[in-house]
Nanobody, 117 residues
């Protein structure tokens, strides 16, 4: 079991920056990969960025060059630095952890990011 707690969301003007954090507890040494996803009102949840245990990163095309996913040590915590924010980045951002082996996935409760124009 893994518990995830996100923080760092808020209201920011277009062009501004925010840094999201995701702290994991529980069976953190079983985590194979972590990532950030977002869900805007009326839309499906979508991938934003992921980072694997070997450090490899993956980004959605819409955030490449603006967002950076990183981690403090081996797996925890994980950060999402968001620069040059746009109104279309407004969403609830969720942290996800995927465990090695069966690939069980765990989600955080989400943090709201609102970008005003």
């Amino acid at each position: 079991q893994v518990q995830l707690v996100e923080s760092g969301g808020g209201l920011v003007q277009a062009g501004g920056s925010l840094r999201l954090s995701c702290a994991a507890s529980g069976s953190i040494f079983s985590i194979n990969a972590m990532g950030w996803y977002r869900q805007a009102p009326g839309k499906q949840r979508e991938l934003v960025a992921t980072i694997s245990s070997d450090g490899s990163r993956n980004y959605a095309d819409s955030v490449k060059g603006r967002f950076t996913i990183s981690r403090d040590n081996a797996r925890n915590p994980v950060f999402l630095q968001m620069n040059s924010l746009k109104p279309e980045d407004t969403a609830v951002y969720y942290c996800k952890a995927v465990l090695a082996g069966w690939g069980s996935a765990y989600w955080g409760q989400g943090t709201q990011v609102t970008v005003s124009s």
